[in-house]
Nanobody, 125 residues
Framework: QVQLVESGGGSVQTGGSLRLSCVVS????????IGWFRQAPGKEREGVAG????????YYADSVKGRFTISQDNAKNTVYLQMNSLKPEDTAMYYCAAGRRRGYGWDLPGSYLYWGQGTLVTVSS
């Protein structure tokens, strides 16, 4: 059974930092890409960052470039999202997704087979 478990969300003030973690069970971790998405109330889910497991390529939404960093620890089957210089507009539920279909865009929710339950990030001004 595939499981993705996110953690690390919380409440911070503008300019603060958080690190999200996503632990991916079993064989799913080693296949395809993993992405971080977020969804604010009343808005569509959007891709924030992505990578290919055991690869070197990383992808970022323009809105987070230079502030967020996605990384992986393959020994722990874990992907991280380091978020710095947080802004109120970063407030959202953040989701980890795995099992990206080959040839599909990293930032499209429909590209992924598996999703975590989400972790809430709230940034106050």
């Amino acid at each position: 059974q595939v499981q993705l478990v996110e953690s690390g969300g919380g409440s911070v003030q503008t300019g603060g930092s958080l690190r999200l973690s996503c632990v991916v069970s079993g064989d799913t971790y080693s296949s395809g890409g993993i992405g971080w998405f977020r969804q604010a109330p009343g808005k569509e889910r959007e891709g924030v960052a992505g990578l290919v497991v055991a690869g070197t390529l990383t992808y970022y939404a323009d809105s987070v470039k230079g502030r967020f960093t996605i990384s992986q620890d393959n020994a722990k089957n874990t992907v991280y999202l380091q978020m710095n210089s947080l802004k109120p507009e970063d407030t959202a539920m953040y989701y980890c997704a795995a099992g990206r279909r080959r040839g599909y865009g990293w930032d499209l929710p429909g590209s992924y087979l598996y999703w975590g339950q989400g972790t809430l990030v709230t940034v106050s001004s």
